[in-house]
């Protein structure tokens, strides 16, 4: 069986029993960004490294995930480690190093997340679902450019890329239907790179190109697996 293309972007090989704690990978140009990987794998793949721990306690309520330096292609090195373990909760922190030009090792990303296992609890929503167009009624967002963009199909509602640069931007909502490509079902690893997919929000709230990138980004998971597998493999709107 084939993997697929964004399993094949977070395949980790353990680093062997001395190092329980790491895991070694490879970018992939599938999901090539501008000057380096589509930052959502980045995210994704710290995640992955923290879902194949032994010692895992419960699902992911929340990550997040500094982007220190652009990861160069090739292969890197991944550490997760549990740095408190509650009774229902799981703290940790990860990094991911590469070798430089010279042969340096150094980290370009940190992470810190938690885990849980989750309670039968009381919850609310209080915000409702926004009143959009289907996704099949939305046109497809085409790209040119980098390479990850085609590997999701987005499908936006409101809030598109400017297409003139004048100023003139009013707010900062974007509305989007978005899912793998080729389809793939739902998963903790896939909305965290999802969480990711949307452009610069000073770009549409100023209608002006300036230079911008993904520092720092969190993610909060507020359903569990088994919600998540409900989805399947169709749209989300983000």
Not at 40 to 49: D, K
Not at 63 to 71: K, S, W
Not at 133 to 148: M, N, V
Not at 161 to 186: A, E, F, H, N, Y
């Amino acid at each position: 069986m084939t993997l697929h293309s964004f399993d094949q972007a977070l395949q980790l090989e353990a680093a062997g029993t001395n190092h329980p704690d790491t895991w070694l990978g490879h970018t992939s140009p599938d999901y090539w960004n501008m000057v380096g990987p589509f930052g959502g794998t980045t995210a994704a793949t710290a995640l992955r490294a923290i879902l194949l721990h032994p010692a895992l306690l419960g699902e992911p309520i929340a990550l997040t995930v500094n982007y220190a330096a652009a990861v160069a292609q090739g292969p890197f090195t991944v550490t997760a480690k549990p740095v408190r373990t509650n009774r229902s909760t799981q703290h940790w922190t990860v990094e991911l190093s590469q070798a430089d030009s010279n042969g340096e090792t150094g980290v370009v990303m940190t992470a810190t997340a938690v885990t849980a296992a989750r309670r039968d609890t009381w919850s609310q929503n209080d915000t409702p679902m926004p009143a959009v167009t289907l996704a099949d009624a939305s046109g497809r967002l085409r790209f040119s450019t980098s390479a990850w963009t085609n590997r999701y199909d987005m499908r936006p509602v409101r809030g598109i890329i400017p297409q003139v640069w004048d100023g003139s931007g009013t707010d900062s909502l974007t509305q989007l239907w978005v899912r793998d490509d080729p389809p793939r079902p739902l998963d903790f690893p896939a909305l965290a790179a999802m969480s990711d997919v949307f452009y610069p929000r000073v770009w549409l709230r100023r209608a002006t190109r300036v230079p911008a990138g993904t520092v720092s980004i969190t993610t909060y998971f507020h359903a569990d697996s088994q919600q998540l597998a409900q989805c399947g493999d169709g749209f989300l709107l983000g």
